[in-house]
């Protein structure tokens, strides 16, 4: 076998390899959790049978001409480029763009009783907002498995992109304008979104996690987000309210119930309950979550949090606080 043709047939080899490296990480559109995702999944697998046949038949030819040297072919040049150049890429795009325009088409069909969510996009974070439930969160979705979600998509700054690949295809969130994605979760699970369209610095780390819980926990989820919050159960607490109150804190976020009102940070009357600090940038732990509170630019360089200055009995007292925040 000449080197030529061994490096024409191990390239479709190393291509398969890689593809299934590729399948190994998280998220993975090729390891779809949901009908949407399973529709661009399989336009996905027919583009890469296609090109595959494609190189396959062309590297056949390649080999062809090179092993017949320069015997004269039964096929004329001109059906080469007749057949090739024009007949063949016809039929193979033809085809393509046919299932993808009604890969699409059912994509964009409402469906029946969704669950209506408003998401907007900020430099570098997620805003979340149940309208019906009358519930407000931030950078973590939770739906019901099973049901269909249909999110409207806003941007209050530059372009970002919604994309969370185990549920659905991207789409764009650009400001002054409501686009819409619509999905289903079809099991209980955690699906990573990331922002799919470069926005600033900290791009790389505005992600997002969707929680698809079982019908019954997400809304007792709800039911707790929707009843009047408490006062502090211990002293820390109630001192660590009297921090957020009086800090700058309470002038960029909202605690529902409060006189914490702000609008320019994320909304944290639920946030002793998620996962992650800064649209996933670290885990949400104390310790984390002092260093946030502290210098957050040392955790996600260029956000909008300024710096917090707090004594240390203060800086426990706040973290007492927002931890039982849920």
């Not at 001109?78 to 890429?89: D, H, K, Q, S, T």
């Not at 211990?234 to 914490?260: I, K, L, N, P, Y």
Request: glycine share 10%; hydrophobic share 40%; proline share 6%.
């Amino acid at each position: 076998m000449t080197r030529a043709r061994r490096r024409a047939l191990s390239l479709p080899a190393l291509g398969l390899v890689l593809l299934a490296a590729c399948s190994r990480q998280s998220p993975n559109a090729l390891d779809p959790e949901g009908p949407a995702a399973k529709s661009v999944a399989s336009v996905a697998w027919l583009m890469f049978g296609l090109a595959t046949a494609v190189y396959v038949v062309v590297a056949g030819f390649i080999i062809i001409g090179a092993l017949r040297g320069k015997k004269e072919s039964r096929i004329s040049d001109g059906a080469f480029i007749w057949i090739g150049g024009l007949l063949v890429p016809c039929v193979i795009l033809g085809g393509l763009a046919v299932v993808t325009v009604k890969t699409t088409d059912t994509l964009r069909k409402p469906d029946a009783n969704p669950l209506r969510i408003e998401a907007t996009g900020y430099q570098f974070w997620w805003a979340v907002e149940y309208k019906d439930e009358k519930v407000t969160t931030a950078n973590e979705i939770r739906v019901p498995a099973g049901r269909p979600v249909e999110i409207g998509l806003h941007s209050k700054d530059v372009i970002h992109s919604f994309w969370v690949p185990q549920l659905a295809g991207k789409v764009d969130m650009v400001p002054g304008q409501r686009n819409v994605i619509r999905f289903t979760a079809e099991k209980p699970g955690e699906y990573r979104g990331q922002c799919a369209e470069f926005c600033g610095l900290q791009h790389a780390k505005m992600a997002l996690l969707v929680i698809a819980e079982e019908a019954g926990e997400y809304q007792r989820w709800v039911t707790r987000q929707q009843r009047p919050r408490g006062g502090p159960s211990s002293e820390r607490e109630a001192a660590g309210e009297q921090v957020f109150m009086r800090s700058s804190c309470a002038g960029c976020h909202t605690v529902r119930d409060t006189e914490a009102q702000g609008t320019l940070g994320p909304d944290l009357s639920d946030f002793g309950g998620r996962k992650s600090l800064g649209a996933l940038a670290t885990e949400n732990n104390r310790a984390n979550l002092a260093g946030w509170i502290e210098n957050s630019q040392s955790i996600k360089p260029g956000n909008l949090m300024p710096p917090v200055q707090l004594e240390p009995d203060e800086l426990l007292n706040l973290l007492e606080y927002l931890e039982n925040l849920r």
